[in-house]
């Protein structure tokens, strides 16, 4: 055990900090409470920038435009980027999941074509999985990819895909074959979304965004060679995207973790509780000191989670842990900030006595779909009982 | 940067659950227990060639010379098999403290003999009003001679001599000296035995100042989360192999969700305090800016988690976990003694509020 940075770690920070140092905006705050689609230029334009100085996938293959970055060296870029609070990337589903899926199964005329783009954010893109009768039980789902010469015909709708309104792609997972068991009959297409007969309808969720899509397919033709795996391997190829989305994304999150915490507590010394700072309650005290507890845990799991498949290879059931750990500790804090603001706590953006501006009473109604998406907790539970304490599988 | 055990570490972590597996099995802790003292002599004698007893003290004064992060390791297997006796105390709390502020000389005499395994020791710090800062103590010294009564000293009646945290400073007796009065408390944990000691014009040896109690108190209290963390480990176990072979409705239990559930939130919460006290350890050894905040953050956590963990495996268990028959409940005991030593969960996050609110300490970066 050595938590102390190897000389190359050290290396990687320092260039990292004087890339960032000369390149990260100034005016991020200004435009981070703006909705997303106002902001998404702003975001695109500083993933362009990361990708010119290489900075955009670092944990991708070198030759693929990423630094072949250790998971050790992913925390550390994380953690450089909320040291300086530096904007998300736009296309993170594209930079975080599908771009890995892509460099891991698909061909070299879809890696030439797909991954340049991907990491100038020139070509944006989002996942066709869940659908209405296919949530937890993916594998059930029911969208028909019929071939028709040297095409594909896609049928059926999708459900809670984000950036969907933006897309210029999608990675869809379609069923193939429905004559075998579930898993068997699916297929992963990487569909362009400016085809005819794809329709995307903003889903208004209950924080009166539409931050998800749903996606309508109508005959919707495919070129055959943009089937990424192989044909009715679509499950094993989808489930690689999702261990993507656990095993990493909890990394991520530490970022935007941190600078809540640390901002309650500044938020914390302002507003009053019996007649003193909120920072003065012992409640209040008591409450912010588990969550600061916690988010540093969070980042001790994933540290270790890294360890461990650095030394073993094989990425383990680490990601559910670490879903379940993040989802509901987001809940808790966004619930912490709420007992502070009290009343203030409900005012939306554009209410000039709303706390920041509105992004904790967003963040409180937000968080509250972090316990479902990318697997719930109760998927995530199971997945820990069957697969890592061997318990019969219950469904 | 590497979070996990080097290969020494786990060797050295495989070859104690061996050990205690073999030497210290539930039926060897039942039998100990049942004990006055739970102090086993040819136990100590084991574990003294296995060179648990110096672990972590210098070479130069018989130890072994291993660092915070071995030290927790062998408390986690400790914890594991639930050793009893004085191993902790000796060790972890009373140990610690020596080397961190005694003399060369003084380190001499009293660690020695530790490593050895020819003499057992304790810290008695707690008095009527249990808080855990030296300032809020009543005992004192005067003329050398220590007065005043000590309440859930661990370990006092196996102990040779105990190092007594008091107002004016921390001092070394020796168990035989005269006006020593000791008296064992009834507590819930029969693994760990807790009692009331009470110096009269006690003959005292100054080792330190108050103001060197902290650093030993983290060591300690970190070795006593990664026996929380052991202790939580085996109570999955054993809820989990349940889960697999009791039938119920013609199923494992285990099949169904809220069971399994059950199951999968005590890894969740296992998982997490060892994460938090093997950085806590490292943090520690290192001294490491925010080792304190380390600290408190393992004890905090675990406290809850122990005992959360042992409400789950006794439910799941359903009658048969609420039996003397089952070793659930000694688990469970052991995790409160635990749970309120060197302060529960309320205590450090109050600590924690401190240095994170109050001061404004920056929180830890990997980087």
């Known amino acids: 055990m050595d938590l102390n940075l190897d000389a190359e770690e050290r290396q990687f920070r320092d260039e990292l900090r004087v890339w960032l140092e000369a390149n990260v905006p100034k005016d991020w705050a200004e435009w981070s409470e703006r909705p997303l689609e106002e902001s998404f230029p702003y975001l695109r ?27 050790m060296q992913q925390a550390i870029f994380w953690e450089e980027m909320a040291r300086v609070q530096a904007p998300s990337m736009a296309n993170a589903l594209g930079l975080g999941l599908i771009g890995p899926t892509i460099i891991a199964y698909g061909t070299e005329a879809q890696k030439k074509r797909f991954i340049p783009k991907i990491l100038s954010a ?30 594909y ?44 007969g794809v329709e995307v309808r903003p889903l208004r969720q209950m924080t009166g965004e539409s931050e998800f899509n749903e996606l309508f397919f109508r005959d919707v033709r495919v070129p055959a060679e943009n089937v990424l795996g192989k044909v009715n391997d679509g499950w094993n190829v989808a489930i690689s995207t999702l261990m993507f989305e656990r095993g990493s994304f909890g990394a991520r999150l530490h970022l935007q973790f941190k600078r809540n915490i640390d901002r309650l507590i500044e938020l914390s010394r302002t507003f009053q509780r019996n007649g003193q700072p909120a920072s003065r309650d012992p409640l209040v005290r008591q409450k912010l000191a588990q969550c600061y ?103 | 940067m590497e979070f996990g055990l080097s290969e020494s570490q786990r060797l050295l972590k495989e070859n104690a659950r061996k050990f205690f597996a073999g030497e210290c099995p539930m039926h060897t802790v039942r039998r100990l227990m049942d004990t006055e003292t739970a102090f086993d002599e040819s136990l100590w004698t084991k574990m003294a060639e296995q060179g648990y007893t110096g672990v972590i003290f210098p070479e130069k004064y018989g130890g072994v010379g291993l660092g915070k ?57 707690l008095e009527a009003n249990a ?98 963390v052991g202790g939580m480990q085996r109570t999955l176990d054993i809820t989990v192999e349940y889960a697999k072979t009791r039938k119920q409705f013609g199923n494992p239990v285990g099949m169904y969700q809220a069971v399994q559930h059950q199951c999968a939130d005590m890894y969740l919460e296992t998982e997490s305090a060892r994460s938090a006290v093997y950085y806590a350890a490292w943090a520690v050894e290192q001294n490491a800016p925010d080792a304190a905040i380390a600290v408190s953050i393992a004890k905090m956590y675990a406290s809850d988690a122990a005992r959360t963990v042992g409400n789950r495996g006794i439910q799941v268990h359903g009658g048969m976990g ?46």
């Open chain 1, 45 to 71: 334009a500083w993933q362009r920038k990361l990708h010119e100085g290489r900075w955009a996938a670092v944990s991708w293959p070198k030759e693929y435009g990423g630094r072949s970055a250790t998971l």
């Open chain 2, 69 to 125: 992060v071995e030290l927790i390791l062998l408390m986690e297997e400790a914890g594991r098999a639930l050793l009893p006796g004085p191993l902790f105390s000796t060790v972890a709390l009373a140990g610690a403290m020596i080397d961190a502020m005694a003399s060369p000389e003084q380190k001499k005499k009293y660690l020695e003999p530790i490593a050895a395994g020819e003499t057992r020791s304790t810290v008695a710090m």
């Open chain 2, 131 to 228: 808080r855990w800062e030296a300032t809020d103590l009543q005992s004192t010294t005067m003329n050398g001679r220590i007065s005043g009564e000590k309440l859930f000293v661990p370990d006092a009646k196996v102990a040779d001599f105990m190092v007594v945290v008091a107002r004016d400073g921390i001092f070394i007796v020796d168990a035989k000296a005269p006006g020593i009065a000791i008296q064992p408390m009834k507590i819930m944990d029969l693994t760990r035995k807790i009692y009331a000691v009470r110096f009269t014009n006690t003959p005292a040896e100054r080792i330190g100042g108050v103001a060197d109690l902290a650093q030993p108190l983290d060591i300690a209290a970190t070795a006593l989360v990664a026996e929380m």
């Open chain 1, 293 to 395: 507890a916690e988010i540093e845990i969070m980042r001790l799991n994933q540290l270790r989670a890294f360890s461990r498949i650095t030394a073993t290879g094989v990425p383990g059931p680490e990601g559910s842990i670490q879903k379940i750990f993040w989802s509901e500790l987001n809940q808790r804090l966004q619930q912490i900030a709420q007992e502070i603001f009290g009343p203030f706590g409900q005012l939306m953006a554009g209410d000039s006595r709303a706390v920041d501006n509105g992004i904790w009473s967003h963040g409180y109604l937000r968080t509250r779909g972090n316990t479902i998406e990318a697997g719930t907790s109760e998927v995530q539970r199971n997945i820990i009982g069957h697969f890592v304490l061997g318990l019969p599988r219950s469904y």
């Open chain 1, 122 to 151: 020139e070509e944006i893109w989002c996942q066709g999985f869940s659908e209405p009768n296919a949530g937890s039980d993916l594998a059930s789902l029911q969208t028909e990819a019929r071939l028709e010469g040297d095409r």
């Open chain 1, 153 to 196: 015909v896609v049928n059926g709708q999708k459900v809670w895909t984000s950036f969907g309104w933006i897309a210029d792609w999608c990675e869809l997972v379609v069923r193939t074959d429905p004559s075998v068991p579930k898993h068997k009959g699916l297929t992963v297409l990487l569909v362009d979304m400016k085809s005819p």
């Open chain 2, 322 to 367: 609420f039996t003397w028959e089952n070793d659930l409940h000694l688990y469970y005991k052991r995790a409160k003694t635990s749970e309120t030593a060197f302060g529960d969960s309320t205590y450090h996050r109050e600590r924690i509020a401190r240095l994170v609110i109050d001061a404004g300490v920056a929180s830890s970066q990997t980087a």
